[in-house]
């Protein structure tokens, strides 16, 4: 199980035992949104404007990057490929690789 907070944290708990698996604690503010890829990576996006893809051995960010323009993330999730999709509260969403490289960003007006 993946949980976070407003303390700029998340934490991987193992979900028969309870036991803590790993504590993420880089964020600068608060964790919005958590998740798991498919197959199994752990993300989070948080209001610092960054979005952090973890090791959960290591409780490690492996990538970590701050989006400017997207300052508040409102969604994020993860395909089988590796894709990530970044929704913002600005309108914006970017796709993005395994290395959080962007991949496409669109722009909306409304709808």
Known sequence: ????????????????????????????????RVGFSDQGTPYTS??????RIWEVNSG??????????CAEPTGASMDGDGLLLLSCG??????LDQTLAVVRETVSDGP
């Open 60 to 69: 490690r960010a492996v990538y970590r990057k701050r989006f400017p323009q």
């Open 90 to 95: 600005s309108g914006i969403a970017l796709v």
């Open 1 to 32: 199980m993946l949980g976070a907070g407003r303390s700029g944290g998340a934490w991987i708990w193992h979900a028969r035992s309870g036991a803590l698996l790993a504590d993420l604690p880089e964020h600068e503010n608060v964790v919005w």
């Open 46 to 51: 948080s209001d610092d404007g960054t979005l």
